[in-house]
């Protein structure tokens, strides 16, 4: 049972423009929504999160949407770098209980 | 801050054999989590200790997984025996406090499991 799905594996982005990865779920118990980078050979690193109460929140080029309604959720980065390339893993949870994550998306960051 | 520290960093075994991990989370984290990643998938929550009282296992093989989190700091995963689709990456990660909206978990940077 997926409760939180990336569709897409892979994005490829030229430096300078924006990245948009995107999340969807399907518990609309869910009340807390984070983002995760991965680089290889390392554990996930926090990048930024959003309560269910709020439907943007911003940290300075990484901006996380949440559309409650559509149980959707999408970071965008502003601009794109090449040190963003990495694995990014979308996680939710209930009341601050276990994250449940989805598969990731790769981001590629061309210069 | 010292982050969440993990041993060891790799480790091959054949199956059938045994195999235990050891996670020190970041001081003062209430809260430690095990998680599997297996290639081309997230993270899977095992198991999450409160302090050293057990959270939530409802994912955990118990009949060859076991974690224990004695004294409510540092704690150990063991595998046996292994299969070879225990072949994954075991994560261990901390986090300040369960139960309040807000808290993210920290991870350390992985045990990968071969099995063969």
């Known amino acids: 049972d997926q409760q939180v799905k990336q569709n897409s594996p892979s994005l490829s982005v030229q430096e300078g423009r924006i990245s948009i990865l995107n999340c969807d779920y399907t518990n609309s118990m869910f009340d807390y929504f984070l983002w995760y980078k991965k680089y290889p050979a390392e554990g996930p690193t926090f990048l930024i999160s959003?309560?269910?109460?709020?439907d943007k929140n911003e940290d300075g080029r990484f901006t996380v949407f949440l559309n409650k309604s559509a149980k959707h959720l999408s970071l965008h980065i502003v601009p794109s770098q090449p040190g963003d390339s990495a694995v990014y893993f979308c996680?939710?949870?209930?009341?601050?209980?276990?994250?449940?994550f989805g598969a990731g998306t790769i981001l590629r960051v061309k210069s | 801050e010292a982050g969440v520290a993990q041993s060891p960093r790799y480790k091959i075994i054949e199956k059938r054999q045994s195999v235990a991990f050891w996670c020190n989370p970041i001081?003062?984290?209430?809260?430690l989590y095990w998680y599997q990643q297996i290639l081309g998938q997230g993270p899977k929550l095992l198991i999450q200790?409160?302090?050293?009282?057990?959270?939530?296992d409802s994912q955990l093989p118990k009949d060859r997984f076991s974690a224990e989190r004695l004294k409510g700091v540092d704690s150990t995963l063991k595998i046996q025996p292994a299969k070879l689709e225990d072949s994954a990456v075991y994560l261990c990660?901390?986090?300040?406090?369960?139960?309040?909206?807000?808290?993210?978990?920290?991870f350390g940077q992985g045990t990968r499991l071969t099995v063969v």
């Open positions: 990660a901390s986090s300040l406090d369960r139960g309040r909206v807000g808290t993210e978990a920290f």
């Open positions: 959003i309560s269910s109460i709020k």
């Open positions: 996680a939710a949870a209930r009341g601050g209980n276990k994250l449940v």
């Open positions: 200790f409160q302090n050293n009282g057990v959270v939530d």
């Open positions: 001081s003062g984290h209430a809260t």
